[in-house]
Nanobody, 117 residues
Framework: QVQLVESGGGSVQPGGSLRVSCAAS????????MGWYRQAPGKQRELVAVISSDSRTHYTDSVKGRFTISRDNTKNTVYLQMNSLKPEDTAVYYCNGRHTLEGVTSWGQGTQVTVSS
């Protein structure tokens, strides 16, 4: 059974940093593309960043230069380092995993990130 468990969310002031993590179990992590999405109140869920099974990365324009996605296949974990946080980054952040061959996707339960003074 696939499980994705996020951690590391919290509250931070504008300009601060947070790192969220997503630990995967029940999958062969190395053949999954992993991503972070977010959903703010009243808005649709949007892609933040993805990292492919071979560690290619892609970011949405609003986070380029501030956020870094990475993965550790030895720990079955994907990370999102968020720097220079802005109030508009406030959202629930969700981890997503996609099997590179079968296309099956799984979601974590989400972790809240709040940026406020």
């Amino acid at each position: 059974q696939v499980q994705l468990v996020e951690s590391g969310g919290g509250s931070v002031q504008p300009g601060g940093s947070l790192r969220v993590s997503c630990a995967a179990s029940g999958i062969i992590f190395s053949i999954y593309d992993m991503g972070w999405y977010r959903q703010a109140p009243g808005k649709q869920r949007e892609l933040v960043a993805v990292i492919s099974s071979d560690s290619r990365t892609h970011y949405t324009d609003s986070v380029k230069g501030r956020f870094t996605i990475s993965r550790d296949n030895t720990k079955n974990t994907v990370y999102l380092q968020m720097n220079s946080l802005k109030p508009e980054d406030t959202a629930v952040y969700y981890c997503n995993g996609r099997h590179t061959l079968e296309g099956v996707t799984s979601w974590g339960q989400g972790t809240q990130v709040t940026v406020s003074s």
